[in-house]
């Protein structure tokens, strides 16, 4: 066995986090070598789809929005 093929089948880094719904669209997610929690939300137009009224919910980043950032990064 050749060591691309012993590599395949090792998993070389698994993401540990966790999610907490906090209210409506807010979470709470707790991400490595991250002090303390990332909010995350809606916030303008996405708020707009979503009916949710941003004068009632804090705006907070979208999750799409970090992925939009970890995949341009």
Known sequence: MGSN???KDTVAY???VRIERVKG???RAYVPAHEGP???G???E???HYGVDNDVV???ATTLD????AAAG
């Not at 970090?66 to 950032?69: A, C, L, P, S």
């Open 38 to 40: 990332v909010m995350l």
């Open 25 to 27: 669209p807010i979470r």
């Open 5 to 7: 093929e012993e590599t």
């Open 58 to 60: 804090d705006p907070y």
């Open 14 to 16: 698994r993401s540990r």
């Open 46 to 48: 996405v708020a707009e």
């Open 66 to 69: 970090y992925i939009v950032t």
């Open 42 to 44: 809606v916030h303008s």
